[in-house]
């Protein structure tokens, strides 16, 4: 098994919250309560969107334009989230593109960042079950992950969340 050394505590590192943007509408709910803890606990918030390389793989006339739509449609959701949050939570998050695996991606950006401390992801409601995130990678390897995992309900309210975070 790898070792992961976390820096976030050391002189000159910051506590970073991981949260992974995608458009599922609990991932809403994982942002706030990533942004509140982060606020809270004079930490970090990096947000990362994971572009998935296969939308590209059947349509070889077209796939850099392809591709160049999707870091576009990436860059204006991650701009979107950092806009609201500057307003609402007063923090500025940092924002990462990827292209990959969602769960190949995540462990990796977390390999690389020793910052990162916490992911946290939102469960889904409703019938469908915890939502494909939260199956990916807490599901998975959750008992070998790098760092804790927060799943936040994906039915709570900011005022809960609020009170919680």
Not at 82 to 99: F, H, M
Not at 116 to 145: K, Q
């Amino acid at each position: 098994m790898t070792t992961y050394r976390r820096q976030s505590r050391e002189e000159g590192h910051n506590r970073k919250f991981l949260v992974v943007i995608d458009e599922t509408p609990e991932c809403e709910r994982a942002v706030f309560y990533a942004s509140r803890r982060a606020e809270r606990t004079g930490g970090k918030l990096t947000m990362l969107y994971v572009i998935n390389p296969s939308e590209f793989q059947h349509w070889l006339g077209v796939e850099s334009i392809m591709r160049s739509d999707a870091e576009h449609e990436a860059r204006r959701v991650l701009g979107d989230y950092a806009e609201k949050l500057r307003e609402t939570v007063g923090i500025e998050p940092e924002a990462v593109i990827r292209e990959g695996v969602r769960p190949e991606e995540v462990r990796g950006l977390i390999e690389e960042d020793k910052d990162i401390a916490i992911l946290v992801l939102a469960a889904g409601h409703g019938g469908e079950g915890p939502g494909p995130l939260v199956s990916e990678i807490a599901g998975r390897s959750s008992a070998e992950f790098p760092v804790p995992i927060t799943i936040v309900p994906g039915t709570l309210s900011d005022e809960d969340i609020n009170a919680l975070a």
